[in-house]
């Protein structure tokens, strides 16, 4: 059975001492969550703080970005190894935002996931769509590019340090979020991907987070949805209130006490 996973990422939001504070509220009201893996991904610059606030927590601390290479003349970058040095465990690769914005590629992409294994840590995949692709009816081959080639060379053992988000370009800061319906079929799509590229057990043991306008008020339905195993929150991870709300969902009864 799949853990559910709920994971925030804060963006580019948040001074240190503002990220303790978040951090620490959400410590305390996160105390009681145990069927449930949390992931909060702060600035680079507030990693550690955090990560020591959430030492004594079951909450786990994430990067948002890394570079491929373990060090050397790259200015501006950081490397898996120094995320973990920092408190990571978890580092979310490949976000839309990385892809449209700093032109990463599948490749480079890959590159990154290789380099987070490596490093003894989990990562997060994000793929997605724009409303462009979805509309020209692209959507599948999209994604289906996204994840092969953001997996190559990944084996089945390494899959278990795997996530993959599912945020739809059009759904991320809009409001809009995916149907419960439309996402469940991408998830079931993404499922299936997966027990092609890799093996039947992969594909049943992955979990698939969905992403984009995630808030207290829609996680219930995505979250009854059987291939939807979690979350990856943006603005509403940004509030103690709103974060806590998502990451107590209530369970679905196919969930009944997953533990992994
Ligand atoms: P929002 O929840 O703000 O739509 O952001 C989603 C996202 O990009 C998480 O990585």
Known sequence: ??????????????????????????????????????????????????????????????GQNCFPEPQGAFTGEVSAAQLNDAGCTYVILGHSERRQLFGEDDAFINAKIHAVLRAGMSAILCVGETLEQREQGDLFEV??????????????????????????????????TASSDDAAEVHAYIRGLLQGVFSPAVAQNTRIIYGGSVKPDNISELMAQADIDGALVGGASLNAADFAAIANFPRPLHMADTHR
Request: glycine fraction near 6%; proline fraction near 3%; include cysteine.
């Open 1 to 62: 059975m799949r853990k559910p996973l709920i994971a925030g990422n804060w963006k580019l939001h948040k001074t240190i001492n503002e990220a303790k504070d978040l951090a620490k509220t959400l410590c305390t009201k996160l105390a009681d969550v145990h069927n449930t893996d949390i992931v909060l991904a702060p600035s680079f610059t507030a990693i550690s703080a955090v990560a020591e606030i959430c030492q004594e927590s079951t909450i786990k601390v994430g």
């Open 143 to 176: 994604l289906g590019a996204q994840v092969r080639n953001g997996l190559k060379d990944v084996n089945d053992t390494q899959m278990e340090h795997v996530v993959i988000a599912y945020e739809p370009i059009w759904a991320i800061g809009t409001g809009k």
